[in-house]
């Protein structure tokens, strides 16, 4: 099984509105990714966790909250969103670093 | 740094015609090498992977990637294409270095397919 799964498939939320988005994978990988994609733009990484531990925070605003509870969960908590963070918010998970990377189908994020 | 270039924006292919898509990378050693594929609104699927070995790669859905060395080259194809096919494609690459999770991808190509 090569699944990674994401909650919600949608999200409409305002500006003032907090939120998270989830992610799971139950194929005993040790990294977990977190992206954004732009309408015909490849996907821009967030942040890595690596065993749990935030390994990578790509300089992402502090609006985005990253949580990894457990080797197979990974939140995003979202909060204070602005229209341009808008976009497709893919989740992803690899074995360990260089290894292929297995993306769920993401969350499309509005923001109003 | 590393750098991905796929030189085609978009490419129109009729059904049952081969395809190729070019990717050529920057790095200084050779790094490991991915295709992925997009449909709209979708996630990202593996197509293939290259990290050592016999340089010519089969994936799934038909398709397969070369890698040649002397031109920095991973390019895709696939003999005979389907309505199906008509997708976003990334190439990307990873470092083989332990503890560097990034995956660098390339901008791009959007594959039609006409009946």
């Known amino acids: 099984d090569t699944e990674v799964t994401q909650t919600p498939k949608h999200l409409v939320m305002g500006m003032t509105n907090k939120k998270s988005l989830k992610c799971e994978q139950h194929?005993?990988?040790?990294?977990m990714y977190w992206y954004k994609q732009k309408a015909k733009k490849p996907p821009e990484l967030m942040f890595v966790y690596s065993y749990e531990k935030l390994s990578i925070n790509e300089s992402v605003p502090s609006r985005f909250s990253p949580e990894c509870p457990n080797s197979s969960l990974l939140n995003l908590h979202l909060h204070a969103l602005q229209p341009e963070d808008s976009a497709l918010y893919l989740c992803?998970?690899?074995?360990?670093?260089?290894?292929?990377?297995?993306f769920g189908p993401g969350t499309r994020l509005t923001v109003t | 740094a590393q750098s991905v270039t796929q030189p085609d924006i978009h490419i129109t292919v009729s059904e049952g015609a081969s395809l190729e898509l070019r990717c050529n990378y920057s790095?200084?050693?050779?790094?490991?090498l991915f295709w992925y594929v997009q449909s709209p609104g979708q996630g990202l699927q593996l197509l293939l992977k290259y990290f050592s070995g016999d340089t010519l790669v089969q994936g799934i859905k038909g398709f397969e990637a070369e890698f040649k060395r002397s031109q920095s080259s991973f390019n895709l194809r696939k003999p005979s294409v389907h309505w199906s096919d008509a997708a976003e494609y990334f190439c990307?690459?990873?470092?083989?270095?332990?503890?560097?999770?990034?995956?660098?991808f390339g901008a791009g190509t959007t594959v039609t397919v006409r009946a």
């Open positions: 990307a690459v990873a470092s083989p270095n332990s503890n560097d999770y990034k995956l660098s």
């Open positions: 194929m005993g990988h040790r990294a």
């Open positions: 992803a998970s690899s074995q360990d670093s260089g290894d292929e990377q297995y």
């Open positions: 790095y200084g050693a050779t790094p490991y």
